[in-house]
């Protein structure tokens, strides 16, 4: 199963990118991990909330394949724990899912069209995060899954 990080415009903070750069390197040993920046014209951003959610949808559906597993990281999904999200990615590896896709949105959320593509949303918690740390806080949790998933000590239960 390949796995696609799918992210609206790049992280800016080098600090975050070191530490997203260290977790995705370490993912490769356990699946094909791709993360994937759409960056949206500078133009849009100065544009209404609900047209950039508008063009930001547009170019997400663009890019997701019709037999992608969209899972959409938003605020309202549902909360896992750390053992529970290793599940969820055993279950879509039994299901023989091709490609595995989160999906961080734009600083608003997401347009209807998206909700309406998704096939499941996932909360990283009840607490607000600015997109970027999101994106860390993702890859390290990915990477926590496959160390459970083989059993190894990363994750100390």
Sequence with gaps: MKILLLQIDKTQDSYLNEGIDNYAKRLGNYTL????????????????????????????????????????????????NSVDFSKFIVQKQNASVKRLVFLIGGPFGFDAQVYQRANSKVALSQMTFSHQMVRLFFVEQLYRAFTIIKGEKYHHI
């Design 33 to 80: 991990f791709e993360m994937l920046t759409i960056n949206v014209p500078k133009n849009v951003r100065q544009r209404s909330f609900a047209e950039q959610k508008l063009e930001e949808a547009r170019l997400i559906l663009k890019t997701i394949q019709p037999d992608d597993v969209l899972v959409l990281l938003d605020e309202n999904g549902k909360e896992y």
